[in-house]
């Protein structure tokens, strides 16, 4: 079974998260896309980031309309930092080693993957699906190669349409009493409403 992997913070989930799931879901015949709302992003420590009931809530809703799409709440149940080589060991653990991993990320997290827990470790127990980013080009993978080895038999290069959302640019909206219609799903953003999120 191929399933994929999809990690953020969702702060909130938006239309491009799930425009990309499923076009990678679709070019890689995956069997169905987790989405893993991080419980704490390391690499956003200093950040003030939304409670991770209502993240868990907002990507339950915005993906409950598709059967390939499933919710994987392994970090925000687990203490402390959130690592994804530790998610994806512990998703191995559970669906057995007949299933095959493929974590989708931006070209912006790739060419900063040198920074993350256990990289080397990490390219080995999956796929790497690397995917467009607003203001981001493919890194040099040779060169990530010297700091990763083996790197670039992992890296799986899809093109796909940039999507010109973000978590950011939502919430400097909703702060400024504009419109976030058709940015997210419509029940991520009636939930937004009812909980006075971002404003």
């Given at each position: 079974?191929?399933?994929?992997?999809?990690?953020?913070?969702?702060?909130?989930?938006?239309?491009?998260?799930?425009?990309?799931?499923?076009?990678?879901?679709?070019?890689?015949?995956?069997?169905?896309?987790?989405?893993?709302?991080?419980?704490?992003?390391?690499?956003?420590v200093?950040?003030?980031?939304?409670?991770?009931?209502?993240?868990?809530?907002?990507?339950r809703?915005?993906?409950?309309?598709?059967?390939?799409?499933?919710?994987?709440t392994?970090e925000?149940?687990?203490?402390?930092?959130?690592?994804?080589?530790?998610?994806?060991?512990?998703?191995?653990?559970?669906?057995?080693?007949?299933?095959?991993?493929?974590?989708?990320?931006?070209?912006d997290?790739?060419?900063?993957?040198?920074?993350?827990?256990?990289?080397?470790w990490?390219?080995?127990i999956?796929?790497l699906?690397?995917?467009?980013?607003?203001?981001?080009?493919?890194?040099?993978?040779?060169?990530?190669?010297?700091?990763?080895?083996?790197?670039?038999s992992?890296?799986?290069?899809?093109?796909?349409p940039?999507?010109?959302?973000?978590?950011?640019?939502?919430?400097?909206?909703?702060?400024?009493?504009?419109?976030?219609?058709?940015?997210?799903?419509?029940?991520?953003?009636?939930y937004?409403?009812?909980?006075?999120?971002?404003?």
């Amino acid at each position: 079974m191929n399933i994929g992997v999809l990690g953020g913070t969702f702060d909130p989930i938006h239309m491009g998260h799930l425009i990309i799931a499923e076009q990678v879901r679709l070019m890689l015949q995956l069997s169905k896309v987790l989405f893993v709302p991080a419980g704490q992003p390391w690499l956003k420590v200093n950040h003030v980031i939304t409670a991770q009931n209502h993240r868990v809530e907002m990507v339950r809703r915005a993906i409950a309309a598709n059967p390939y799409f499933e919710l994987c709440t392994l970090e925000v149940e687990r203490p402390g930092p959130s690592y994804t080589v530790d998610t994806m060991m512990m998703l191995q653990k559970q669906l057995g080693a007949q299933t095959s991993f493929f974590f989708i990320l931006g070209y912006d997290s790739l060419s900063e993957l040198h920074l993350w827990k256990e990289p080397t470790w990490l390219a080995q127990i999956c796929r790497l699906v690397a995917v467009p980013r607003p203001g981001s080009s493919l890194p040099d993978l040779k060169s990530l190669q010297l700091r990763i080895p083996g790197i670039t038999s992992s890296v799986i290069q899809l093109e796909l349409p940039i999507i010109e959302i973000s978590s950011s640019q939502i919430r400097k909206s909703l702060a400024q009493g504009l419109s976030i219609r058709y940015l997210v799903p419509d029940e991520v953003e009636k939930y937004i409403a009812e909980h006075k999120l971002y404003s």
